[in-house]
């Protein structure tokens, strides 16, 4: 498995932006398909966005798509999330995830979690 951390969370005004990060440690980050997921208090985990190891595919949640895109660096063994004109019900914890195979926006098919990082947007 590989350990993630995420860092770039933080409390912004509606409209604003935040660029998450996550860390991967291991020599095989490469090979991985990543994802982020988020968490909102009372609700379920939900899916926001993935990306294939080599960056050819993704995918976003609906709600996000044109705000939020999903990148990596291979050579840097991190994968990004730039949040753009957010909204007060993106606030949620933002977890990072790495999956072995494409499994789109289930979140079982991700092996590894980071332990989050908190985002506010206030309105």
């Known amino acids: 498995q590989v350990q993630l951390v995420e860092s770039g969370g933080g409390l912004v005004q509606a409209g604003g932006s935040l660029r998450l990060s996550c860390a991967a440690s291991g020599r095989t980050f490469r090979s991985y398909v990543m994802g982020w997921f988020r968490q909102a208090p009372g609700k379920e985990r939900e899916f926001v966005a993935a990306?294939?190891?080599?960056?050819?595919?993704?995918s976003y949640t609906d709600s996000v798509k044109g705000r939020f895109t999903i990148s990596r660096d291979n050579a840097k063994s991190t994968v990004y999330l730039q949040m753009n004109s957010l909204k007060p019900e993106d606030t949620a914890v933002y977890y990072c995830a790495a999956s072995v195979s494409w499994s789109g926006s289930d979140p079982m098919g991700f092996g590894s979690w980071g332990q989050g990082t908190q985002v506010t947007v206030s309105s």
């Open positions: 990306l294939s190891w080599n960056g050819d595919t993704t």
